[in-house]
């Protein structure tokens, strides 16, 4: 089974409107973390925000926000305002219990497009 | 920002030869990770070390080899280079404890003519 699906293989958001990228993650940990990386096309992959499966909150880091439903098990990472720089492929990842074992877990990736 | 260096950024080789893709990171992390990732695609775990001297197999089967011998570097290798290792390759490291968040290096691109 898939730890990491990302159901959505390409996105188009208009410029300055906000975009909404699906992550759902699998695992019986109680313990974990989630993650958003973006890839420009250039190649880096580009750390951009993280969620503890205890953190009561919504992670928040300027333009983006993990919105983070625990009981459906989904880390959606919105953002706000889209900009060109924007354009690219975006991670999601999740670490399981570091006591179990220390494997990250990636998805498929979900190639967002800004349009002017 | 994190401090984790590849080299060399691009390389096209012929098929047979010997390379080794260079991999440091300046933070003093424990673990790195090496990955394998085809253009527009996911990434594949190869190889990773949870400290010195300490390797291990990811999921992907490789045929690359890598060590551990300092904190702060970590290579891999290729004996022979085929066509079918043409890829991008990525090195990670982490090492912050609970959050563990993986940092990566700006890749290497591998063409094997």
């Known amino acids: 089974a898939q730890k990491i699906t990302q159901t959505q293989p390409g996105m188009f958001v208009q410029e300055k409107e906000a975009v909404t990228l699906d992550c759902t993650y699998d695992t019986s940990d109680q313990s974990y973390g989630l993650f958003w990386y973006k890839q420009p096309s250039s190649g880096e992959m580009i750390f951009l925000i993280y969620q503890g499966s205890y953190d009561e909150q919504n992670a928040t880091e300027g333009r983006y926000s993990l919105n983070f439903q625990k009981a459906r098990k989904s880390a959606n990472l919105v953002i706000s305002a889209s900009q060109l720089g924007d354009s690219a492929m975006y991670f999601c990842a999740m670490r399981e219990d570091p006591n179990t074992g220390n494997q990250f877990y990636f998805g498929t990736g979900t190639s967002l497009t800004v349009i002017p | 920002e994190a401090d984790i260096y590849q080299t060399p950024r691009y390389l096209v080789i012929g098929t047979g030869k010997k390379i080794t893709l260079e991999c440091s990171q300046t933070?003093?992390?424990?673990?790195m990770y090496w990955y394998q990732q085809d253009p527009g695609m996911e990434l594949h775990l190869i190889h990773y070390?949870?400290?010195?001297?300490?390797?291990e197999k990811g999921d992907l089967s490789s045929e690359s080899t890598v060590s551990r011998i300092r904190t702060e570097h970590f290579p891999l290798t290729l004996e022979s280079a085929r066509p079918s290792h043409t890829s991008q390759y990525l090195c990670a490291s982490s090492g912050l404890a609970g959050v563990d968040t993986q940092y990566f290096g700006p890749g290497t691109r591998l063409t094997v003519l």
């Open positions: 070390s949870y400290g010195v001297n300490s390797t």
């Open positions: 933070m003093g992390h424990d673990k």
